[in-house]
């Protein structure tokens, strides 16, 4: 097989949220970031684009396109500067396995900054319907996704991998119940800024909190009206956070999607007020981490393992490696059957071709093959169960069947 998977990747693993920030793609730049990859490298046949809070990784099927000129495509494209610097943010394979192996580690959750977060594979689906709706799964990548949620399926089925729910969502509303008094903390006047994924899990989890006090703005008011209706919340007008005009929040949440340096002040009180910045590019400016009044989180200080969790997903790593190698070894099977299957396909063709001339022979013997729809299906049957048989067979074997005089008994 000519063609290769290969993959580029920058993580938290690699390069700071600072850093990787200038190789975010917001979800209305992909298609036609896609588009211009697949004009300039005629040669890629599949893709897949991974765009999470923590990463920015593109997997692609390819002749002759190696992944460091992938790599250097984004980065001139992005940072507009290519350095040996920037080169370093960045991991990348150009082999099969190494690929497979590095996606099956990326979305079993085993690299990601909550180990076992299981909010990977919801991405990874997406992004992969996505490759779908732009017809470039790739006959290579679409096997390497059934492996995913293959592995995906046995590791919680097998493993205490998943257990716990360890999702940044749910980690920042916990550290509010860590930073402010038992007594009062539910109380607490707290604005959510965004509709995305991450504030609809914000809402999700709060069922288990139960924060009695929540807003929302998003720049479409309209999908703010919809969240705070489904939610029991209240909007807040997206001019008032344009302005900073944020009165007297006690907790501000911000993941609007590519609102750099959204927010730049917060009034002066006496009170603590809590700021968590799950955004990329980061929406909060890092220097009000500085104030005495102000406690700052971003996604690298909230993405710390919860400790009752923690010991439990460890125990089972070793469960999960062995289960992304088996999985691993199968497309590796799979792989190397590649040139066998081809030839199969090849002789399917043959052997359909010669129960229809035995049919045109025969047909003396009331056999209509114009006809009669039955023996179509019969024709169909007899190819797929030579097909079927000719698996197990040693290609030499193939090879003297493709020659052969069939006889059939109908």
Known sequence: MDKSLRYISISHKTASVTQREAYHIP??????????????????????????????????ESDTTSATVLRDFLIDLKARKSSAESKKLFNYGNEIEDTVQHLL???????????????????????????????????????????????????????????????????????????????????????FIGAGDIVRQLFKYNAKFNFNNIYIGNRTEEKAKVLSKLHHSKVFSWDKVLTNDFQDFDVIISAASNCPQLIKKVPNRDEKVLLIDLAIPCNIDKTLGQKENIMFYDLDAISVDLKETKAKRFTAIGEVTKILTEELEAYKEWLQEAPLRALLAEYKIIVHQKVVQYFDANAHLGYKINDQLSVFGKVNNIANQNYQRWLNFPVQGIQVLAGATYQFDF
């Open 27 to 60: 979800e209305e730049e992909k298609s036609d970031l896609v588009t211009r990859i697949c004009a300039d490298f005629t040669d890629i046949s599949g893709l897949l684009l991974l765009v999470t809070c923590n990463r920015t990784e593109i997997y692609f």
């Open 105 to 191: 580690r990326v979305t079993s959750g085993l690299v990601s900054s909550v180990l076992g977060d299981a909010e990977i594979v919801h991405q990874i689906k997406k992004s992969y319907q996505f490759s779908i709706a732009h017809k470039l799964q790739g006959s290579l990548l679409e096997r390497a996704m059934q492996t995913v949620f293959k592995s995906h399926k046995r590791i919680s089925n097998e493993t205490h991998f998943r257990d716990g729910t360890t999702s940044v969502a749910y980690k920042s509303l916990k550290v509010i119940g860590e930073r402010f008094d038992k007594t009062s903390y539910k109380s607490k006047k707290i604005l």
